[in-house]
């Protein structure tokens, strides 16, 4: 069993201006594979309060994963990976490698996602892409092999004996 913190980046979600999908999308998504949800919050496209939440949910809430979702695209305002590298002590780029492998087969536009993901303390962060499709995509794709690299980073793993 892991905890989750989502962070979902968006001006217009912010601000009240469009229902945010994926926030709802992540928390079922991970919910059927037993992760229980901490905290959820919707925050404009601002790396200093990106960065900010992201460190509360680290070192504040012990939070196992933190999924970010929006703000990975080539718009001035998409700081999300920014915010994500600046708290970040170790990159995990495999997995950012491997969302955008999948997601490749799906959209050629996929290669304008510049989602990064790395190990704070004890947290694993992941960027996702905005979309609720994509964020679906995403994790259909991650999701079972997840749960073995947060096991071996709590210490409650240390085989990795193949499935
Ligand atoms: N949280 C969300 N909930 C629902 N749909 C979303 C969400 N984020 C993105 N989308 C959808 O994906 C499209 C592309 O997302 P993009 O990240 O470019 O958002 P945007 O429209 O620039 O606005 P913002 O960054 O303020 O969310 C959006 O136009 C919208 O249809
Ligand atoms: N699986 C999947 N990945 C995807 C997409 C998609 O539809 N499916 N859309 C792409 C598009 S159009 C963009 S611009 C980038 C960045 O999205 P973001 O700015 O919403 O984070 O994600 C990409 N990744």
């Given at each position: 069993?892991?905890?989750l913190g989502i962070i979902v980046a968006s001006d217009k979600g912010?601000?009240?201006?469009?229902?945010?999908?994926?926030?709802?999308?992540?928390?079922?998504?991970?919910?059927?594979?037993?992760?229980?949800?901490?905290?959820?919050?919707?925050?404009?496209?601002?790396k200093e309060a990106l960065a900010r939440e992201m460190?509360?949910?680290c070192d504040d809430l012990s939070i196992d994963l933190i999924l970010t979702s929006g703000g990975t695209g080539f718009s001035h305002r998409d700081v999300t990976p920014e915010a994500t590298l600046s708290v970040v002590e170790r990159?995990?780029?495999?997995?950012?490698e491997a969302i955008r492998y999948n997601s490749l087969q799906i959209?050629?536009?996929?290669?304008l996602s510049r989602?990064?993901?790395?190990?704070r303390k004890n947290t694993l962060i992941i960027n996702l892409p905005g979309s609720p499709k994509a964020v679906r995509e995403s994790l259909q794709?991650?999701?079972?092999?997840i749960a073995h690299g947060l096991e071996i980073l709590k210490g409650t793993a240390s085989e990795c004996a193949r499935k």
């Open positions: 069993m892991f905890t912010s601000k009240g201006l469009r229902v945010d999908e994926s926030g709802p999308v992540i928390r079922e998504m991970l919910e059927q594979h037993h992760y229980i949800t901490r905290k959820y919050v919707v925050l404009p496209d601002e460190i509360h949910m990159l995990t780029p495999g997995i950012s959209t050629p536009r996929a290669m989602a990064v993901s790395g190990i794709y991650i999701l079972p092999s």
